[in-house]
C-alpha cells in the first residue's frame, strides 16, 4: 500500500489524469475540422484524430501509472514489476501506433517528418522502447545476475523519469504547433473554446507531470527503496 505522505500526490495525479483524458477526448471528437485539411479523406482524418489520443491516453497516461504503480499496489516486488512492465508495454504499443497514424496519411513520411515535434517523438518513444527492453532483460528476465540488476536500476529509474518527461515536452511542443497552425491559417480567435480547451490540456499535462515525477522521487519512498536495495547487496556479498 501507498505510504500515507504519497496519498495527496497520487490523488492529485489521478485527478489531474482524468482531466488531461477528458480534455484529449473533448478536442480529438468536439473540434474534428482543426483536423481537416482542404483535400483530406475520411480515413485520414481517422488517423489524425487517433494520433493525439493514443499519444496522450495510451502513452503518456499509461506510462504514468505504470510509474505509480510501484507506489500503491499492494503484493510483492515480483507482482509490481509485472503489472509496471505490462503497463509499459501497451504505452509502448500505443505510442508506435500515434506514431504511426502520422505516416498514413497521402503525404507520407517526409512531409510529417519536419518539425521539432515530429523529432523529439521519434527520439522519446524509440528511447522508450529500449528503455522497455534493457527493463525486461535486466529486471525479470530469471537469467541476469542479481548484483547487475541492483547496479543498472539508479539508472532504469533516471532514464524512466528523463523519457516520461521528454514525452510531456514532446506533447507540449505539438499543442503548441497545432494551435498555432490553427490561430494563423484557420482563424481561430486566440480567446475561443477550442484554445481554452487546448491551453488547458497543456496544463493539464505539466501538472499531471509534476505529480507523477514528485511522487517516484519522493524522499521516503526513495529512503525505504535505498534500504531494500542495500538489504539485497549485504544478502549478496554474505
Given at each position: 500500500?501507498?505510504?500515507?505522505?504519497?496519498?495527496?500526490?497520487?490523488?492529485?495525479?489521478?485527478?489531474?489524469?482524468?482531466?488531461?483524458?477528458?480534455?484529449?477526448?473533448?478536442?480529438?471528437?468536439?473540434?474534428?475540422?482543426?483536423?481537416?485539411?482542404?483535400?483530406?479523406?475520411?480515413?485520414?482524418?481517422?488517423?489524425?484524430?487517433?494520433?493525439?489520443?493514443?499519444?496522450?491516453?495510451?502513452?503518456?497516461l499509461l506510462s504514468g501509472e505504470a510509474i505509480l504503480v510501484h507506489r500503491w499496489l499492494?503484493?510483492?516486488?515480483?507482482?509490481k514489476k509485472l503489472v509496471h512492465l505490462c503497463l509499459q508495454g501497451v504505452a509502448l504499443?500505443?505510442?508506435?501506433?500515434?506514431?504511426?497514424?502520422?505516416?498514413?496519411?497521402?503525404?507520407?513520411?517526409?512531409?510529417?517528418?519536419?518539425?521539432?515535434?515530429?523529432?523529439?517523438?521519434?527520439?522519446?518513444?524509440?528511447?522508450?522502447?529500449?528503455?522497455?527492453?534493457?527493463?525486461?532483460?535486466?529486471?525479470?528476465?530469471?537469467?541476469?545476475?542479481?548484483?547487475?540488476?541492483?547496479?543498472?536500476?539508479?539508472?532504469?529509474?533516471?532514464?524512466?523519469?528523463?523519457?516520461?518527461?521528454?514525452?510531456?515536452?514532446?506533447?507540449?511542443?505539438?499543442?503548441?504547433?497545432?494551435?498555432?497552425?490553427?490561430?494563423?491559417?484557420?482563424?481561430?480567435?486566440?480567446?475561443?473554446?477550442?484554445?481554452?480547451?487546448?491551453?488547458?490540456?497543456?496544463?493539464?499535462?505539466?501538472?499531471?507531470?509534476?505529480?507523477?515525477?514528485?511522487?517516484?522521487?519522493?524522499?521516503?519512498?526513495?529512503?525505504?527503496?535505498?534500504?531494500?536495495?542495500?538489504?539485497?547487496?549485504?544478502?549478496?556479498?554474505?
Amino acid at each position: 500500500m501507498a505510504p500515507p505522505s504519497l496519498l495527496p500526490l497520487l490523488f492529485f495525479a489521478r485527478v489531474s489524469g482524468l482531466a488531461v483524458a477528458v480534455l484529449v477526448l473533448l478536442w480529438a471528437f468536439n473540434f474534428k475540422s482543426s483536423f481537416l485539411t482542404p483535400s483530406v479523406s475520411q480515413q485520414d482524418l481517422i488517423y489524425a484524430v487517433l494520433h493525439p489520443l493514443l499519444m496522450v491516453i495510451g502513452f503518456i497516461l499509461l506510462s504514468g501509472e505504470a510509474i505509480l504503480v510501484h507506489r500503491w499496489l499492494p503484493g510483492s516486488r515480483s507482482l509490481k514489476k509485472l503489472v509496471h512492465l505490462c503497463l509499459q508495454g501497451v504505452a509502448l504499443t500505443s505510442g508506435i501506433f500515434g506514431i504511426w497514424t502520422r505516416f498514413q496519411g497521402k503525404d507520407g513520411i517526409v512531409a510529417n517528418f519536419y518539425s521539432l515535434h515530429s523529432w523529439m517523438g521519434l527520439v522519446c518513444v524509440s528511447l522508450f522502447g529500449a528503455q522497455w527492453l534493457i527493463g525486461f532483460l535486466n529486471f525479470w528476465h530469471r537469467g541476469e545476475v542479481r548484483t547487475v540488476r541492483i547496479r543498472i536500476l539508479p539508472w532504469h529509474v533516471f532514464l524512466g523519469l528523463y523519457t516520461y518527461a521528454l514525452a510531456i515536452a514532446t506533447a507540449e511542443t505539438g499543442l503548441l504547433e497545432k494551435l498555432t497552425f490553427l490561430q494563423t491559417k484557420r482563424n481561430v480567435p486566440k480567446h475561443s473554446t477550442e484554445s481554452m480547451v487546448v491551453n488547458s490540456l497543456g496544463l493539464g499535462l505539466a501538472l499531471l507531470s509534476g505529480f507523477v515525477i514528485l511522487a517516484a522521487v519522493s524522499p521516503k519512498y526513495q529512503i525505504l527503496e535505498s534500504k531494500l536495495l542495500y538489504s539485497d547487496s549485504r544478502c549478496l556479498s554474505s
